[in-house]
């Protein structure tokens, strides 16, 4: 299993070191110019659609960003992207529409996101026309069934996989659910949260263990987002051989 760290506004915590030795998922809404020169430096890279920022209410206009998607595709040769998956915003049709038009003119397939008000017929189809779909799961916007859920989620990965399907959980990083679901790859923010909240990660005996600073205490906040950093890279290297 892959697993992609997620997040933007701490690259130099391995670019500053040339340390690209993980798998990395960046947003499009967020990537300069800079961290696009070295998307092909990381061990694998998914380009994701940035469609997760307007559902947090940022207004964009759609026809421009989805043209600057495919010009920054073409450009920086990106092997594999996610579709905006903007269905309950514009609908499934129009969603389509704009999937095939970057599948169009990029020559290139998306990787779809499905989600569970698609239903179930949905899903088998982009199983039945697609190599690498994923599945949002972050427990956000409708995904929570994901989290309360997880035997349908494990059912819908292993029906994939029958078909020779790999399988993205896009935000997914419960500990014990990848041990028991066959995702293909996932990808998390987590990774941050210690920054964020003032926590230390320790990967240890297969496990991420998380320590939380004692109240009243601070932390050093570069210091420990490197750290950590490099604590989710051990983990992913373990999932990687499991």
Known sequence: MKLFLAGAGW?????ELNYYDFNRLHTFFHINEKEAKVLHQYNNFLLDSGAFSMFGGVKVDIKKYVN???DFINKYDVRYFFELDIYKLIGIKKTEDIRDLIEKKTKKKCIPVFHIFLGIDYYKMLCD???YIAIGASG???TRWTRNQP???KKLVQYANKKNVRVHGLGYTSQ???LDI???SVDSTSWLSGNRFGGVYNFKNKKMEKFVKPEGKRIKTRETCR???FEWVKYGKYLNTI
């Open 11 to 15: 690259q130099d915590t391995w670019m």
């Open 68 to 70: 600057d998607y495919i």
């Open 129 to 131: 026309k697609y190599n």
């Open 140 to 142: 956000q916007h409708g």
């Open 151 to 153: 035997d349908k989620l």
């Open 176 to 178: 014990k659910g990848l």
């Open 182 to 184: 066959p995702f293909y």
């Open 227 to 229: 750290h950590n950093f």
